[in-house]
């Protein structure tokens, strides 16, 4: 179980009955948030912050723990900043800064100055907050009661990002073949995401997975194949080249599992001995949260390995898309994102039919497929860009839409979608941002989860949605 560890400062200026009082709260405090986060982390409290070498003790215990994935931290009384100086220079992890208090209201007939100095978290915490600017270290704050729903959700919401940064930090990425050549967007420095992001980013020759492929045994396919018709419609007569599929599926899963990777790409431009694009097979991987990125895309397929963890335990879909074609009636503009066949069956509407159409790409056998048409419902579309100096986070507001009419001839899946303020505004901001193709779209997550990911760990952010206007555009491109 993931562990968020819960740091209360105080000092000892008011006496032991006052720490002891810290304690007892800090105690309830930490038990009722670890009730309502239950299921996603334990909430284990540590000794009070008292003096510098509490707090340095603290901040080693959870940077060296593996099982935490973040800190919370709140000022019961005023705690002098000067103390958590050396500790927050040894912690590794997110930091949540809890600005609250003990008590919902004032004792306004008994408030007296023993009072007073226990339950001043205003003036602790503006003390604690000072000192976070002055180090510059990236954290989230939660302002409100504690126990009040929008607070809770705000942590709750720390928990997902901070496990979901405690993933990236040990995801491995293997790209089989390069970036598909001529591309830039999708291109980027391996070295520094790692650095930022802690993706181990390596190329594995097409030959290691084909090694694999002609080892798989007919039992393997069968088994695989079982699992397909389990989940998804037969809509074609053309099974070997469905169980061709199942075999780069099961071959890609050894390779997964021996090298401990967490997200792949793989490109047309190199398949060489191997007879299709993987198509259902990575389809099906995406369903079982490995992150994909096509054309070599590491970017993207680290992102989304990254979301899908975020997104855990939520209503919705999250997966990669691609920006394809527009349909553009006036004041009614829509997009269909789809790829040339590894759309996520997160996004089915429907149950999804297996079928096997030429690819018209990469001179390969004709792969088979999952084809339906997407769910609908607010999302947001997010993607990650190399600057050349720093990486840029971009996330969009969108609607997801059913599709007007029939796509009976379009051979892949896809999703249609609305884009906010307006289709102008939306997509020219998209553009002056230097956003990608390539994308993560998500009906789970929200911009405020992609801004708390972004402020964690340091990078860039240009949001786009209803409060969006066309004044913005131009201080988009200035960035």
């Not at 084909?210 to 393997?220: Q, R």
């Not at 997407?374 to 990650?384: K, N, P």
Request: glycine fraction near 8%; charged fraction near 25%.
């Amino acid at each position: 179980m993931d562990k968020i560890y819960f740091v209360v400062g105080s000092q000892d200026l008011y006496g032991d009955e006052c720490l002891r009082q810290v304690a007892e709260d800090s105690r309830q405090m930490a038990e009722y948030i670890g009730e309502k986060l239950a299921g996603r982390a334990e909430v284990v409290l540590l000794p009070t912050v008292e003096n510098s070498d509490i707090c340095i003790a603290n901040m080693r215990k959870a940077s060296c723990d593996d099982d935490c994935v973040g800190v919370i931290t709140w000022m019961h009384t005023f705690s002098p900043a000067k103390m958590w100086i050396k500790g927050l220079q040894e912690l590794r992890k997110p930091l949540l800064h809890l600005h609250t208090q003990f008590n919902e209201r004032l004792p306004y007939d008994k408030i007296d100055m023993d009072f007073m100095n226990l339950n001043q978290s205003a003036h602790g915490d503006r003390e604690y907050g000072f000192i976070l600017a002055r180090m510059n270290i990236p954290h989230e704050v939660a302002a409100g009661y504690y126990k009040d729903e929008k607070v809770i959700q705000k942590i709750s919401a720390f928990c997902d990002t901070a496990r979901a940064i405690a993933y990236s930090k040990k995801l491995k990425v293997a790209t089989f073949g390069n970036n598909m050549r001529e591309v830039a967007v999708t291109d980027g420095d391996r070295v520094e995401t790692q650095i930022r992001y802690g993706w181990e980013t390596n190329y594995y020759g097409i030959g290691d997975l084909v090694k694999l492929i002609d080892a798989v045994t007919e039992a393997e396919i069968d088994a695989k194949m079982d699992e397909y018709t389990s989940k998804y419609d037969m809509d074609t007569d053309r099974i070997d080249s469905v169980r061709e599929q199942a075999r780069y599926e099961v071959a890609l899963e050894k390779f997964i599992e021996k090298n401990k990777i967490g997200a792949f790409t793989d490109t047309f431009q190199d398949l060489h001995n191997m007879k299709q694009l993987p198509g259902i097979a990575a389809q099906n991987l995406m369903a079982k949260g490995i992150g994909f990125g096509p054309e070599g895309d590491y970017k993207i397929s680290a992102l989304s390995a990254v979301l899908m963890r975020m997104a855990e335990g939520r209503v919705g879909a999250t997966g990669f898309i691609e920006d394809y074609t527009y349909d553009l009636p006036s004041g009614a503009e829509l997009e269909l994102a789809s790829h040339m066949l590894e759309v996520p069956v997160a996004f089915a509407a429907t149950k999804p039919k297996i079928q096997v159409h030429p690819l018209g790409i990469g001179g390969k056998e004709d792969p088979a497929r999952l084809v339906f048409d997407g769910i609908t419902g607010d999302g947001i579309q997010v993607t990650l860009v190399d600057m050349g100096d720093r990486f840029r986070i971009i996330c969009a507001d969108i609607e997801l839409v059913k599709q007007p009419e029939p796509m009976p001839l379009l051979p892949v899946a896809r999703i249609m979608y609305r884009h906010k303020p307006d289709f102008s505004i939306g997509t020219a901001a998209w553009c002056y941002a230097g956003g990608a193709h390539h994308s993560v779209v998500s009906t789970a997550l929200t911009r405020a989860d992609i801004a708390m990911f972004a402020r964690l760990t340091g990078t860039e952010l240009i949001t786009i949605g209803d409060d969006t206007t066309e004044a913005d555009l131009q201080k988009f491109f200035m960035k």
